[in-house]
């Protein structure tokens, strides 16, 4: 088969460019190839302004023409930019110099910038500038397009919960019949899992470095001893939003990276839980598909609706949390005081994330489509009776009745029972009137607890 050079989504080796193009979109100005330089570019030009503010003698303050064509330089941007600065890569082969040759060729016709032109990346080894623009554009990923994604997921399945907090349900504990719920009770567990996940992944705070080749302002020093480069290094990561870490070798250390994709990857495995449990009752017939005009289940069994997204988002988590998971493990480790292996490995920034995305629009477009199949519900708990085995054994114990679990577990472990045999032994207990008449009324669609209440607490 011939393909065409220009990349297409029909010949893109990978889906999030092809197939899932579309729901990728909201990272590609923030973890491409193209928004990378981007963050560079607005590091250096941030670092090379607060230059000009701190007083050194070959390097006036900028004026405010100076400062405005700077800052039309970040505002700017644009795709064009970004490839010219990878032809001059192409001479230089090396990614960071590119960008400092691509900003004295943008400022060689502005005379004070121009002058002030090897004060751009001035003291700066190239993980300066990487690991500050890495900590904002995982910053702005998490920020703008994750913590939106996941929002949604979690405010349908509180929807989802307040919608059924009455609708009892037969639980299943080791796949077995067991203590019923409600549907909404379930919904609301899974949205306080997922709230308190997106809660850990708010809460991780990005760290940067602007110390130099081995992260102790060698260079700096020797240029201008009397600056205090810590607290100016400080002020302007501060600047940019960040914290600085003040203890690094070359790279900061990525420990602050680990922990995001870990609280990410810890998210992405609640929702699998949630895809599967949600697929396991679509299969019983608790819930109904919307259907979409149009669409086929199978290529030969014309009656099928296949909870299809649930399962595509089940299977899109696995890819996100396989790539998470090796950055976690991978990032943190370098050799002394550095080696390039983070290099490569920080590219696929956009992997792992876009794969969640992917995921997190399958599942809530899943959940979209849910229609609760009240009868085939009801119809399951009604025929399950066995389930007040519980209560009545524990109103027995409180009235000190003999060996009630014994007497239950012999009426009902391993075989169903009716709703007459129940009640005939509920009758023969010696109770007190009040809670042998609470056990006679009681059903097994009644016997749900607070899941109700709960439901409607988040």
């Not at 302004?49 to 006036?60: I, N, R």
């Not at 960071?96 to 751009?120: Q, S, T």
């Not at 990410?264 to 608790?286: K, S, T």
Request: contains cysteine; charged residues 25%.
């Amino acid at each position: 088969m011939k393909t065409s050079d220009q990349l297409s989504p029909l010949n893109a080796l990978s889906p999030l460019d092809g197939r899932y193009a579309g729901r990728g979109a909201p990272l590609r100005p923030l973890l491409s190839e193209a928004g990378f330089m981007f963050h560079r570019v607005r590091v250096e030009i941030a670092w090379l302004a607060a230059l000009s503010d701190a007083g050194l003698p070959e390097l006036p303050s900028f004026s405010a023409g100076a400062r405005a064509r700077l800052q039309q330089l970040v505002d700017g941007f644009s795709e064009d930019d970004a490839a010219r600065i990878k032809d001059i890569e192409r001479r230089t082969n090396h990614d960071v110099k590119a960008v400092e040759y691509w900003l004295k060729e943008k400022v060689a016709d502005h005379a004070e910038l121009a002058a002030a032109a090897e004060f751009i990346h001035f003291a700066c080894t190239s993980e300066d500038i990487n690991n500050t623009s890495h900590a904002l554009m995982l910053r702005a990923a998490r920020d703008e397009a994750l913590l939106p994604a996941l929002r949604g997921v979690h405010g349908k399945l509180a929807e989802l919960a307040q919608a059924h907090a009455d609708q009892p349900l037969l639980s299943r504990t080791h796949g077995q019949p067991a203590s019923p719920t409600t549907m909404g009770k379930e919904f609301a567990n899974m949205a306080a899992r997922l709230a308190r996940a997106i809660a850990e992944i708010e809460r991780i705070q990005p760290l940067a470095k602007l110390n130099g080749a081995t992260g102790n302002y060698n260079a700096h020093l020797a240029a201008y001893p009397e600056l205090d480069w810590e607290a100016f290094s400080a002020g302007v990561l501060s600047g940019l939003g960040l914290t600085q870490n003040r203890h690094t070798i070359q790279i900061e250390p990525h420990d602050w990276m680990a922990a995001l994709f870990d609280s990410v990857a810890r998210a992405n495995v609640i929702l699998l839980d949630v895809n599967r449990d949600i697929w396991g009752y679509i299969a019983l017939g608790y819930f109904k598909q919307r259907l979409k005009e149009g669409e086929v289940g199978s290529s030969t069994m014309p009656h099928k609706v296949n909870p299809i997204d649930f399962e595509n988002s089940e299977g899109n988590l696995g890819l996100a949390n396989a790539t998470l998971r090796h950055m976690a493990d991978k990032l943190p480790v370098s050799r002394w005081q550095r080696d390039l292996t983070d290099s490569t490995v920080l590219r696929n920034l956009g992997v792992g994330f876009g794969y969640c995305l992917v995921a997190y629009d399958a599942c809530l477009r899943g959940l979209g489509k849910l229609e609760i199949n009240a009868a085939a519900i009801d119809a399951d708990i009604d025929a399950c009776w066995e389930v007040l085995a519980e209560p009545v054994q524990t109103v027995m114990r409180r009235y000190g009745l003999p060996e009630p679990y014994e007497q239950l577990k012999a009426l009902t472990r391993g075989k169903g029972i009716t709703e007459q045999a129940l009640r005939e032994f509920v009758s023969g207990l010696e109770l007190p009137p009040e809670p042998k008449a609470r056990l006679l009324a009681m059903t097994p669609r009644s016997y749900v607890g607070l899941a109700a209440s709960l439901a409607r607490s988040l």
